[in-house]
């Protein structure tokens, strides 16, 4: 059973940075797709950053251009850095593991394996 434990949230303020991390223990990391996602109280949960086994990266249009997926396979953990942080990027972030790893994808309905949320708060 593969156990995901987000970490690196917090309050920051608009224009600020911060940076999720996402360590992996059981299973074998380096196959699975791996994706980050959001979700506001009373809205659908969706995905922010998603990347393959392969490197393959795909974002959401939100955050083109401020976020930043990565994975060291060694460590069995994926990143995401968020920069130029905007009030509506308040959200649990969720990380998520994709035992299909060859493609990825931004459907929370292909993950497999959910870690249990990071509250990120940005403040105007």
């Known amino acids: 059973q593969v156990q995901l434990v987000e970490s690196g949230g917090g309050l920051v303020q608009a224009g600020g940075s911060l940076r999720l991390s996402c360590a992996a223990s059981g299973g074998t990391f380096s196959t699975y797709a791996v994706g980050w996602f959001r979700q506001v109280q009373g809205k659908e949960r969706e995905c922010v950053a998603a990347?393959?086994?392969?490197?393959?990266?795909v974002y959401a249009d939100s955050v083109k251009g401020r976020f930043t997926i990565s994975r060291d396979n060694a460590k069995s953990t994926v990143y995401l850095q968020m920069n130029s942080l905007k009030p509506e990027d308040t959200a649990v972030y969720y990380c998520?593991?994709?035992?299909?790893?060859?493609?990825?994808?931004?459907?929370?309905?292909?993950?497999?394996?959910w870690g249990q949320g990071t509250q990120v708060t940005v403040s105007s």
């Open positions: 990347i393959s086994r392969l490197g393959i990266i």
């Open positions: 998520a593991a994709d035992r299909g790893g060859w493609a990825v994808s931004k459907n929370l309905r292909e993950y497999d394996y």
